[in-house]
Structures are given as structure tokens and as C-alpha cells.
């Protein structure tokens, strides 16, 4: 396997556990603080928007390489 590709499917893969991670320290935090609904909601848009970012950058990045935009 070229390291390349590796790296890559590495990266993926670590970051959405990462991501899932951050998602249960959010969760347990929201309910720690008893932050309610509209807390929550907050929270996890704020996370979303961060995860969103990370799959719009790559999909950016592969319409780059690919010549496509």
C-alpha cells in the first residue's frame, strides 16, 4: 500500500473518532450542566458546524485534485 493512501485513509478514520469522541464529551457536558434543550442545541450546532467545515474542506480538496474545479 502506497503511504500515501495510508495516510490518508488514516486521517479519515482517526478524525471521525475524533469527531465522535467530541460529540459524547459534548453530550456529557450538556447533561452535566443541565444546560437543557436550546443548551444542547447550541452545542451540538456549534460541533456540527466544525464537522461540517471538515468534510466540505475535503471534498474541496478532491474536486482540486481530481481537475475538477
Known amino acids: 500500500m502506497d503511504p500515501a493512501v495510508f495516510e490518508e485513509w ?7 473518532i475524533l469527531i465522535i469522541f467530541m460529540g459524547f464529551i ?3 457536558l450538556a ?15 456549534v460541533l456540527g458546524l466544525g464537522v461540517a467545515a471538515f468534510v466540505i474542506k ?3 480538496i ?6 475538477s474545479l
Open 58 to 60: 475535503s471534498v474541496v
Open 10 to 16: 488514516m486521517m479519515t478514520s482517526l478524525v471521525s
Open 62 to 67: 478532491g474536486l482540486i485534485e481530481s481537475g
Open 26 to 28: 459534548v453530550w456529557d
Open 31 to 45: 447533561k452535566k450542566s443541565k444546560a437543557g434543550r436550546f443548551g444542547s442545541f447550541i452545542l451540538f450546532s
